[in-house]
Each structure stands twice: as structure tokens, then as C-alpha cells.
């Protein structure tokens, strides 16, 4: 993972005080905020061309440069799709300096034209995000040249139009309906039997279904996101089962950034809500072997007047933990935190992200960096 540590700590001399500058540095950089405009891209699209939907490696590449007067701090890099994996190259990109979103995507599943977003969040003024966009022309080594053109069966008989639900931004409150256009290109019925949905969100309308030879049908998907108890970004895969006599399961993905809506909060509501404090955002765990697992403690306190519920913890890496005992906190109470850094097969700089969604109105989206130097032994 290509991020930039802000400072390097060399001696155990200097460490407290480097330890303290590090606090102090990032109090400063999150107070200050930069317009969208000040952040200039080469382009905020990427073209990858035709590429073979078991192709590896395929990655989109995003440059840009602060032109602004205060650093730009990312705070996250959303997708649309479960298929993609972002990069930043720096976290903190101070002003006249330039950094890269890399954009990994996996074309598995997908053929044809396809379209796909990043979504880069930080402690901008006049925006909630980047849209960056990037675009692939997608085969397989049986595509024929001529566009649409296939032999009978490839793909199975029965034929779906789409590989992905791709839901983006949605509110918590959201009830919508999606659809799938089914077609049996093939010479006898076809039956989806029943859906294997793991999500707990969405269902399949109506099922089974049965479609006729050269028949096409509307199936619906009804989305539902009041029955989900999370935050951030989810992702997944969903089967349909059917009697196709050559590609009997179909595969489907589907991916949906889930938002709470605070800005309809009134401000006496808003005075009254929970308010997350955290004793520190950054973790140093200093230089250690590859394989060691290290342990430091933080400390999470509600300074709200209403109870502080921790909804979802994410890191960006197995190998970096945080499990607190409680995740419902009443007003003035804390919890402490232990992390855990786990360096087995790294190697060099080290900087990991946990992100804590909380129902705190203000600061919804906590990050916690964790710092480590991991050295080979031998």
C-alpha cells in the first residue's frame, strides 16, 4: 500500500517528542479545509480500453495537484463496485504537492462496455467528494470481433443483462426497486428456482420464474436498507439458481456506500446528540521484527449529552485490530481500546487505517492511523 509516513522516527531519543509533533501536526492539518477546485486533476476520467475479463493487474491511474493553501487531508477513497481496490499515494497532500489514486479493478464477471467509480473524500469545503470515473471495454478469449456477436450457449441460455448492482450513496431510510432482464436464448423453459442473498436487504420478487423460449422478463429487486443495522460501504455476491442446462448458477454482484442522513437534525436535536472523542488518531508502534504482534492502548469517550453508539470498525488490513468490550457508550463515559498490530510478512514503512462509524452527527467517520516500521530478521 503506497502511502507516505509524515515524518520518520530513527532514534528511541527522539521519540517522545516526534510522537507529540505527529499529535500536534495533525491537529493543525485537520483544522484547515481546501475548495474542491483547489485540487487540479490531469483528468477525472480513465480510459483502460479492451481488456479479457481474466485479465490481472488492470488498474486505473488518477493524478492531481494541490494548488490550494492549506493541505488536503484523505479521509477515505469509496467505490462503486466491489470489483475495484483504491489507493492514494499520500494521505496528506500539502500545498503544490502532487499525489496518484490508483484504481484496481477485477473484470471478472463483466463483459462489454462498463463503467465504474471512485469517490475520493477529505476535508474539503465546498464538496462531500471527487467523482473520478474510469471506463473498459471488457471480452473474453470466445468473443467474437463483430460487437454483440456469440455462439449459442456461451454464456448459457438463459441470459442476464447485467452482472452488478451498483447502488452508489444511499440513505439509511432508502426503499427503491431495481430490476434484471432475463432472457432464455435457448430451446426449452428455464426456472430460477431461488436466490441464495446473504445481505439481509434486498430481495427477489416473485420467485421462482420461469421463461419461455425467446422469451424476455422483467424480474425485480426490492431494496430495503431500514432493515440494515451498519454504516459504509458493503459489498457482495448473490446466486441465482437455475434449471440452465449449461450455466446453471449465475453469479451477481452488488456493492452500496449506506449513508445516515444527519442534516435534517434540528439544532437543539443536534445539541443533545453524542459527541465521539478519541485520546489519539495516530498509533506508533515503532520498529519491530516481521512477525511480531504489538499492543497499544487508546481511549474512546462520549463528551455527548445522548448515548454514543459504535456502528461499524473497518481496517484497511487484517493485521490491524480494534475491538472494543463496549460499542454503546453513555454520556461522559469512555472505553479503553486495545490495538493490535500484527507484522507478519511486512516489510519497510508500515501505515494502516481503522475507521469508526459512530452516530455522533458532527463526526460521523473516524480514522485512526497506526504507524510501524517492520525490519527482516536476518
Given at each position: 500500500?503506497?502511502?507516505?509516513?509524515?515524518?520518520?522516527?530513527?532514534?528511541?531519543?527522539?521519540?517522545?517528542?516526534?510522537?507529540?509533533?505527529?499529535?500536534?501536526?495533525?491537529?493543525?492539518?485537520?483544522?484547515a479545509q481546501?475548495?474542491?477546485?483547489?485540487?487540479?486533476?490531469?483528468?477525472?476520467?480513465?480510459?483502460?480500453?479492451?481488456?479479457?475479463?481474466?485479465?490481472t493487474?488492470?488498474?486505473?491511474?488518477?493524478?492531481?495537484?494541490?494548488?490550494?493553501?492549506?493541505?488536503?487531508?484523505?479521509?477515505?477513497?469509496?467505490?462503486?463496485?466491489?470489483c475495484?481496490?483504491?489507493?492514494?499515494?499520500?494521505?496528506?497532500?500539502?500545498?503544490?504537492?502532487?499525489?496518484?489514486?490508483?484504481?484496481?479493478?477485477?473484470?471478472?464477471?463483466?463483459?462489454?462496455?462498463?463503467?465504474k467509480?471512485?469517490?475520493?473524500?477529505?476535508?474539503?469545503?465546498?464538496?462531500?467528494?471527487?467523482?473520478?470515473?474510469?471506463?473498459a471495454?471488457?471480452?473474453?478469449?470466445?468473443?467474437?470481433?463483430?460487437?454483440?456477436?456469440?455462439?449459442?450457449?456461451?454464456?448459457?441460455?438463459?441470459?442476464?443483462?447485467?452482472?452488478?448492482?451498483?447502488?452508489?450513496?444511499?440513505?439509511?431510510d432508502?426503499?427503491?426497486?431495481?430490476?434484471?432482464?432475463?432472457?432464455?436464448?435457448?430451446?426449452?423453459?428455464i426456472?430460477?428456482?431461488k436466490?441464495?442473498?446473504?445481505?439481509?436487504?434486498?430481495?427477489?420478487?416473485?420467485?421462482?420464474?420461469?421463461?419461455?423460449?425467446?422469451?424476455?422478463?422483467?424480474?425485480?429487486?426490492?431494496?430495503?436498507?431500514?432493515?440494515?443495522?451498519?454504516?459504509?460501504p458493503?459489498?457482495?455476491?448473490?446466486?441465482?439458481?437455475?434449471?440452465?442446462?449449461?450455466?446453471?448458477?449465475?453469479?451477481?454482484?452488488?456493492?452500496?456506500?449506506?449513508?445516515?442522513?444527519?442534516?435534517?437534525?434540528?439544532k437543539?436535536?443536534?445539541?443533545?446528540?453524542?459527541?465521539?472523542?478519541?485520546?489519539?488518531?495516530?498509533?506508533?508502534?515503532?520498529?519491530?521484527?516481521?512477525?511480531?504482534?504489538?499492543?497499544?492502548?487508546?481511549?474512546?469517550?462520549?463528551?455527548?449529552?445522548?448515548?454514543?453508539?459504535?456502528?461499524?470498525?473497518?481496517?484497511?488490513?487484517?493485521c490491524?485490530?480494534?475491538?472494543?468490550?463496549?460499542?454503546v457508550?453513555?454520556?461522559?463515559?469512555?472505553?479503553?481500546?486495545?490495538?493490535?498490530?500484527?507484522?507478519?510478512?511486512?516489510?519497510?514503512?508500515?501505515?494502516?487505517?481503522?475507521?469508526?462509524y459512530?452516530?455522533?452527527?458532527?463526526?460521523?467517520?473516524?480514522?485512526?492511523?497506526?504507524?510501524?516500521?517492520?525490519?527482516?530478521?536476518?
Amino acid at each position: 500500500m503506497l502511502i507516505n509516513k509524515p515524518f520518520s522516527l530513527n532514534t528511541n531519543m527522539y521519540r517522545p517528542f516526534g510522537f507529540l509533533l505527529l499529535l500536534l501536526q495533525q491537529s493543525i492539518l485537520s483544522s484547515a479545509q481546501v475548495s474542491i477546485k483547489d485540487l487540479v486533476f490531469e483528468s477525472l476520467t480513465y480510459d483502460i480500453g479492451t481488456i479479457f475479463d481474466d485479465q490481472t493487474g488492470v488498474t486505473a491511474r488518477y493524478s492531481f495537484t494541490n494548488k490550494g493553501k492549506n493541505p488536503f487531508i484523505s479521509s477515505a477513497i469509496d467505490v462503486s463496485c466491489g470489483c475495484t481496490n483504491p489507493h492514494i499515494t499520500k494521505d496528506t497532500v500539502l500545498p503544490g504537492e502532487s499525489a496518484q489514486i490508483f484504481a484496481e479493478f477485477n473484470p471478472k464477471g463483466f463483459l462489454g462496455e462498463t463503467s465504474k467509480w471512485v469517490y475520493l473524500r477529505g476535508n474539503l469545503t465546498d464538496a462531500y467528494q471527487v467523482e473520478l470515473t474510469f471506463t473498459a471495454n471488457i471480452k473474453n478469449q470466445y468473443t467474437n470481433n463483430n460487437k454483440g456477436e456469440y455462439y449459442r450457449g456461451q454464456y448459457g441460455y438463459l441470459l442476464i443483462n447485467r452482472n452488478s448492482f451498483t447502488w452508489g450513496n444511499q440513505l439509511n431510510d432508502a426503499k427503491f426497486t431495481d430490476t434484471l432482464l432475463i432472457t432464455n436464448d435457448g430451446y426449452h423453459d428455464i426456472t430460477i428456482k431461488k436466490a441464495q442473498n446473504k445481505s439481509g436487504f434486498f430481495t427477489f420478487r416473485d420467485l421462482p420464474i420461469t421463461i419461455s423460449p425467446d422469451e424476455r422478463k422483467v424480474m425485480l429487486v426490492d431494496v430495503d436498507l431500514t432493515k440494515l443495522d451498519t454504516v459504509g460501504p458493503l459489498g457482495g455476491m448473490v446466486k441465482l439458481y437455475t434449471d440452465d442446462r449449461f450455466i446453471p448458477n449465475k453469479e451477481l454482484t452488488y456493492s452500496i456506500n449506506y449513508v445516515v442522513d444527519y442534516s435534517k437534525l434540528k439544532k437543539r436535536e443536534v445539541k443533545k446528540a453524542p459527541r465521539i472523542y478519541m485520546s489519539t488518531n495516530a498509533i506508533e508502534m515503532g520498529e519491530m521484527y516481521s512477525g511480531t504482534v504489538r499492543k497499544k492502548k487508546l481511549t474512546i469517550t462520549n463528551n455527548g449529552k445522548s448515548n454514543l453508539k459504535l456502528q461499524r470498525i473497518q481496517s484497511d488490513c487484517t493485521c490491524t485490530l480494534l475491538n472494543p468490550r463496549k460499542i454503546v457508550l453513555k454520556p461522559g463515559e469512555s472505553v479503553h481500546v486495545e490495538v493490535k498490530y500484527d507484522s507478519l510478512y511486512k516489510n519497510g514503512t508500515q501505515v494502516k487505517r481503522i475507521k469508526i462509524y459512530s452516530n455522533d452527527p458532527i463526526n460521523p467517520l473516524t480514522t485512526i492511523f497506526v504507524y510501524a516500521t517492520v525490519k527482516s530478521r536476518g
